[in-house]
């Protein structure tokens, strides 16, 4: 049984934050985990620099509301620490705090800045052998997890245990995917990561979510809520849930490890539920209502015709190049000033549209339904 905390939480005033994150670490009873002479990490999602009214990344007033609460309990040695996408320097660290509204959080607690990462090893029986990791996660003596619940092109939820992936170093992010260009084997290796690196809390920010093209091309959704719990797996599926997201493969993932448990709900389970747009890239399937015999050339014809891919608006592209940097098979190039694509070799990873600065692409595929 894991118990998942759920609070109305109507906007970001400091008191509606402050009442949240005391009734949620009251009812995972977090006091005792702690004590003074700890290094607490804070993860939130920190995914690229923007402002926080277009919801994209956590919300730094719930940040600092969890750190003043463990300030309140004599916990000082508090670090604010991510791995945005792109490359992983102090100047993008600088940019990001600045753009995203962490500055100020500097008087209360230390932004990271160092880049540096080590290799941990992982258990036996799992399929990733190691993972590089930045090195505040792999010395502090506690993570919580911060992450802003959103929809996601590639993943559908980016919900907690996605957020932990802000844990790999920068551009070795795009590697990860070309590794695990499957969608399952990428779901496993998220699980691997989060088993591996076991997160002691997970507060996440859906006061305002972000619905359709996560996590970075999306639509502010007011859902008035945070969650909390210790168990990030099992806390996805009450989320996916309470946002109406169905067939989402993590998911499924998580079930065929075992990880979902039963969940005991505390605090607002009747809070309204919001349902959240999908993303462009959801795949369709409607071979369910085929004849058995012609369920596999549909499925192939679907397959073909509806997977969906990157489309670059060039007159929106201001060739920065941020695409290409983060394409893990390499096949972008800037040629002009603009962004060129080809479709082969293209594995869905979205990590181009993830990293567009200026919404430029899309997800289209070869046929409209
Ligand atoms: S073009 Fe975009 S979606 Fe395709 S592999 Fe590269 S980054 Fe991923
Ligand atoms: S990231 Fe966007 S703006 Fe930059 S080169 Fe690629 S498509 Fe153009």
């Known amino acids: ?98 753009t995203c509204g962490y500055r100020e959080l500097g008087s209360i607690a230390e932004l990271n800045y ?97 619905e359709g093209n996560g996590p970075n091309s999306g639509s502010r959704i007011h859902a ?21 997201l169905k067939d989402v493969e993590l998911l499924d993932k998580y079930e065929e490890l075992g990880l979902i448990k039963e969940a005991e709900i505390v605090g607002d389970d009747q809070a309204d539920r919001v349902k959240f747009k999908y993303p462009d890239s959801k795949p369709l399937d409607f071979t369910g209502h085929v004849p058995k015999l012609l369920r596999g050339p549909a499925k192939w014809f679907l397959n073909t015709a509806l997977t969906p891919l990157p489309k670059v608006d060039r007159s929106k592209c201001v060739g920065c190049g941020k695409c290409a940097e983060s394409c893990p098979p390499q096949i972008i190039r800037i040629r002009d000033r603009k962004a060129h694509f080809t479709s082969k070799g293209c594995i869905s990873c979205f990590c181009c549209q993830e990293m567009c600065p200026v919404h430029a692409i899309s997800i289209k595929r070869r046929v409209n339904l």
Do not use: C
């Open 224 to 244: 008035g809520v945070t969650f909390a719990a210790r168990d990030p797996f099992t806390l996805d599926k009450v989320m996916a849930d309470f946002i109406g």
């Open 1 to 98: 049984m894991s118990v998942i905390s759920i609070r109305k939480t109507p906007d970001y005033s400091p008191e509606a934050l402050s009442a949240a994150v005391n009734a949620h670490m009251e009812a995972l009873n977090i006091e005792g985990d702690l004590s003074h002479d700890m290094r607490v990490a804070i993860k939130p999602n920190l995914v690229s620099p923007r402002r926080p009214d277009t919801a994209t990344t956590t919300h730094p007033g719930l940040v600092e509301a969890v750190v003043n609460w463990l300030r309140d309990r004599g916990i000082n040695d508090i670090v604010i620490v991510d791995s945005p996408g792109g490359l992983y320097t102090a100047q993008t660290l600088r940019n990001t705090y600045s």
């Open 114 to 210: 160092d880049v540096s990462w080590r290799t941990a090893e992982t258990p036996e029986g799992f399929k990733n052998r190691s993972f590089n990791i930045i090195t505040p996660l792999l010395d502090a003596d506690y993570i919580i997890n911060m992450p802003k619940l959103k929809t996601h092109s590639m993943m559908t939820l980016s919900g907690a245990v996605k957020n932990m992936f802000g844990a790999i170093p920068g551009i070795q992010k795009p590697e990860m995917h070309y590794r695990w260009p499957d969608i399952m084997d990428f779901a496993n290796m998220l699980a691997e990561l989060n088993l591996l690196l076991k997160p002691n809390l997970s507060i996440v920010d859906a006061v305002d979510g972000m």
